[in-house]
Every structure is written in C-alpha cells, then in structure tokens.
C-alpha cells in the first residue's frame, strides 16, 4: 500500500516470517550502516530470529513503558545514536509497538533534522493502526502525548505472526481500534468486521490479515487529505474522548485500545440520550463492544477526575465539551456543544450498567 503524504511518501507491505528476510527489508534503501531500537519483550521472545536478522549491526534494546516516551528520557536515546556515531547515511530500525514508534519517530524526525526510518510493528496496535499515519508523541511531565511531530517512516513491514505473543489485553487494544475504524467506515466494510469478529480464534483466523489491510485503509481514507490533523481526521478520535480520560483517570490500569471500546460504548450511550443513534442501532453496536470490556472496575473511577481529563483534551474546542458521537455507520460527527451535566448523568448510568455486564 502507497501512502501520500506532505513529508515523504512512503509504503506499507504485509509480509511472512520477515526475521529471515532481510534482504528483502532492505533492499531498495540506499544507506551505510543499520541501528536498531528493539522492544524488551519481543528482543527476549525472538532473541534467536533477531540475532541472526540484524547480525553484527548497532541494536540498542528499550522496554515499553510509557515512562521511556518521556521528553526527559530522550536525552539518553539521542546519545547512544551520536556516541555509536549515527550519521545522516544511516538508517533507524525500529522493532516493536506504539511505544517504541513513538521514541524512534521523534528521535528519527529531529536528529539531524530527519533521518531514514524503518518500522517493524510488533503489536496489533501499531499493525492495524498507528504505523502509518505520521504521528509521533511523546510524554511530558505527567502528561500524555504533548509534544510530537508529524514523521513517518521510509518503509513499513508487518508480519502479523508477532502477534501471536501478544498478551490478550494487547490483542484486545488493538482489536479495539480495528472496531473504532470499521464503524467509522461503511456497511460493507462493517460486515467484514462482523465475519472477522465471529471467529474462534482471531488470530488465526483466514480473515486475520485482510481485517488489518482493511483497518489500514480506512485509516488511510481519513487521512490522506488531512494530515496534520484539522477537519476529517479528527473524527477517528471517536471513543478517544471518553477513552483518554478513563486512561488517566484510571492510572493506566487498562491499555489504550481497550480504554477506547469503553469510550466507544460511552459515546454511544451519549448518542442515544442526545436522540442521535436510534435504540435498534446503539444495542447492535453494544452487542459487539461489550465484548471485549475489559474486566475493570469502573465505580472506583471519580466523574470528577473524567470531567477534568475531558477539559485538558487537546482536541475540545469552545467552554463546552468535546466528544465525537455516533449517529450510524460511517455517521460521525464532532459536538464541541457537551454539558458538563451530560457527562454526569451519562457516567452515572453507564457506570451502574458496565458493572452488571462486567
Ligand atoms: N503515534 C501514533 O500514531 C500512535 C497511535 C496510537 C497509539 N500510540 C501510542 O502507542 C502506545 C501503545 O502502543 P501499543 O499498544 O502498540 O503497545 P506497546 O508498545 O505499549 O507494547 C505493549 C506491550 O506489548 C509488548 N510487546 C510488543 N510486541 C510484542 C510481541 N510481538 N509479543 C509480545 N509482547 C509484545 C511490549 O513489550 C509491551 O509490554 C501508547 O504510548 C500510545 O500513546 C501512538
């Protein structure tokens, strides 16, 4: 797949078993050397794949926590590049999740003001959803995501065998942004998902890679023409409003794909009382989300500490809330228009039926 975009370019392949084809991976990219950033859990599952795939080459192996994508531990990345004498001829491998794409975008985006980049997603999340579309975040102080840049990489390879190791909470997350973008997509799209979903084993489902291709490409439809973010894009941030704010508030108990079916079925529920999505309609889309729930308990979360998340969100314009509703498949739309009110009762309700499901 070809993406279009303002910074470069750039292309996205599906491939099997991609530790032993490096040649492949490489071949086209004119460089000198090759560093490696590896994330701890997947440099110790595929220890002997990884030695053999980047042979003698710099790898430098870096544990996904959210406390590494801090502004503040930047610093030590930038130097072990500069001090192993990184160049501008050279070429930064990431191999790992959200995490390490975020580290690895920024630091490739800024060092030497852009260097070549090469991403090997390892969870479904970045798989399915974050690999492309340009964004890189990074932490600051206790805040998520403030500061980034628009980046993406040279090249994008996925074998979606990594997978397989995949904690189910991990799986689960990104499960969760594959539902987000085929809501937001159409019915046709929407029944592949169903097909997808009614499976026994969704990993090795015969759907498995064609639900990730479609993800791709309805996130691609979302942004090709608004990159940076200012209109259309915005909309994929459905079930992130709500989904952000029980992250934070939660302390990150719960990983961010799965915040975001919470925020999704929050959304919905909101939707419903506002008069937008009809009964039939909001009860067909729980019957999927409440699935995939994670296993939580909500009352413990203060409204207060939600209202207060949903205040800083970077995305709210106006005095009053924002939130992405749902009036249908494909039928999104932004209301920066939300009560505080809302908010309370609509938490209040939901709080007493997720702890009956959940
Ligand atoms: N830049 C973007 O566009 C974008 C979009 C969405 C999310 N994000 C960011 O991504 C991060 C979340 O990323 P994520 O959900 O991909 O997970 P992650 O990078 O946090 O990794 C999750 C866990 O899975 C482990 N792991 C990774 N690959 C594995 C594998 N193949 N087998 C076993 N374990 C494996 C990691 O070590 C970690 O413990 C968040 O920081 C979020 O803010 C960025």
Request: charged share 15%; hydrophobic share 40%.
């Given at each position: 797949m070809k993406i279009q975009s303002k910074i470069k370019d750039y292309q996205v392949e599906l491939i099997d078993d991609v530790l032993s084809k490096r040649d492949a991976v490489f071949s086209n990219l004119k460089y000198d050397n090759l560093f490696y950033f590896v994330d701890g859990n997947v440099s110790r599952i595929y220890k002997d794949k990884l030695s053999s795939f980047i042979d003698k080459d710099f790898h430098y192996v870096i544990k996904a926590l959210e406390t590494n994508k801090k502004f503040d531990k930047l610093s030590d990345f930038y130097k072990i590049l500069i001090d192993e004498g990184f160049t501008r001829n050279d070429v930064l491998v990431t191999?790992?999740?959200?995490?390490?794409?975020?580290?690895?975008?920024?630091?490739?985006?800024?060092?030497?003001?852009?260097?070549?980049?090469?991403?090997?997603?390892?969870?479904?999340?970045?798989?399915?959803?974050?690999?492309?579309?340009?964004?890189?975040?990074?932490?600051?102080?206790?805040?998520?995501?403030?500061?980034?840049?628009?980046?993406?990489?040279?090249?994008?390879?996925i074998d979606v065998s990594f997978c397989d190791t995949l904690t189910p909470e991990y799986f689960n997350s990104g499960l969760g942004e594959i539902i987000k973008f085929h809501f937001l997509s159409d019915a046709k799209k929407y029944d592949l998902l169903k097909e997808y979903l009614s499976s026994q084993d969704l990993r090795k489902d015969d759907l498995f890679k064609e639900i990730i291709w479609s993800t791709l490409k309805i996130k691609k439809s979302y942004f090709e023409q608004d990159e940076f973010d200012t209109g259309k894009r915005n909309l994929l941030n459905y079930g992130h409003c709500f989904g952000h704010a029980l992250e934070s508030a939660s302390n990150f108990e719960i990983c961010h794909g799965e915040a975001v079916i919470v925020g999704m079925g929050f959304a919905n529920l909101l939707s419903l009382k506002r008069g937008v999505l009809k009964k039939g309609k909001y009860l067909e889309f729980e019957e999927i989300l409440k699935r995939y729930y994670p296993k939580f308990d909500i009352s413990k979360i203060k409204v207060d500490d939600i209202l207060y998340y949903l205040k800083h969100d970077k995305k709210r314009v106006g005095k009053n809330l924002t939130m992405i509703l749902a009036g249908d498949i494909g039928k999104h739309y932004k209301n920066n228009d939300i009560k505080k009110e809302e908010i309370v009762d609509t938490f209040g309700e939901f709080v007493q039926y997720y702890k009956k499901i959940v």
């Open positions: 191999i790992g999740g959200g995490i390490l794409q975020d580290i690895s975008g920024f630091i490739a985006s800024t060092l030497y003001r852009g260097v070549k980049w090469v991403f090997l997603p390892t969870t479904l999340l970045s798989q399915a959803d974050s690999c492309i579309g340009s964004k890189t975040s990074i932490n600051f102080k206790d805040s998520k995501n403030l500061i980034g840049s628009f980046y993406p990489p040279n090249k994008i390879f």
